[in-house]
């Protein structure tokens, strides 16, 4: 199983979620951890190496590198908060 690296942003987003929904993301996290690139996960475009992965109605946009998962954003799929924070992030 891959060990989690939790970006700080993303830690933050989570605590402040319900907790019903944050237990469907950490159990998402857990799931990604043991089989990170299951058949509902994709790449992201114009991002090599970032993928991404839906689990009710948020979004996980992660990578994959030396036995650990890196989670870079989570963040709610209806809007593009995740792909602007992603790209402040990234630079």
Request: charged letters at 30%; hydrophobic letters at 35%; aromatic letters at 10%.
């Amino acid at each position: 199983m891959l060990k989690l690296d939790l970006n700080k942003q993303a830690a933050d987003f989570i605590t402040e979620l319900q907790a019903k929904q944050a237990r469907q993301i950490w159990n998402k996290l857990v799931a990604l951890m043991k089989e990170p690139f299951p058949n509902d996960s994709s790449e992201l475009h114009g991002y090599k190496g970032l993928y991404r992965n839906d689990i009710g109605e948020f979004r996980i946009v992660y990578n994959v590198r030396d036995d650990c998962l890196y989670v870079y954003v989570v963040g709610k799929r209806n809007d593009d908060e995740v792909y602007k924070r992603l790209k402040k992030l990234l630079g």
